[in-house]
């Protein structure tokens, strides 16, 4: 099941867990437009300068991967982060 939440405008969404074979959860924040993927292989990547559109998009694609590889995978700068950081 996909719960999206609505968060009032700049703030924090809390991590959303996905159903994906590749995409293990997602994080937003619409103020700072960042977007966080963990991957199931245990890999988070931190987006830098993305759109709520494109967060919007990802969370409604019936393909979570097809959707990142298509329109956020270079596209955006990123840097990977530690697997064990708290994402919460």
């Not at 703030?11 to 960042?34: Q, T």
């Not at 959707?67 to 596209?75: D, E, H, L, V």
Request: aromatic content about 12%; glycine content about 8%.
């Amino acid at each position: 099941m996909l719960v999206i939440c609505v968060a009032p405008k700049g703030a924090s969404v809390d991590k959303e867990s996905v159903e994906s074979s590749m995409v293990a959860w997602v994080k937003y924040a619409p103020s700072s437009r960042v977007l966080v993927i963990g991957f199931v292989r245990g890999t988070v990547y931190e987006f830098f300068g993305v759109p709520a559109a494109a967060h919007r998009a990802l969370m409604s694609a019936a393909s979570k991967g097809r959707q990142f590889n298509r329109f956020i995978k270079g596209r955006y700068a990123y840097e990977r982060r530690a697997a064990g950081a708290s994402w919460n």
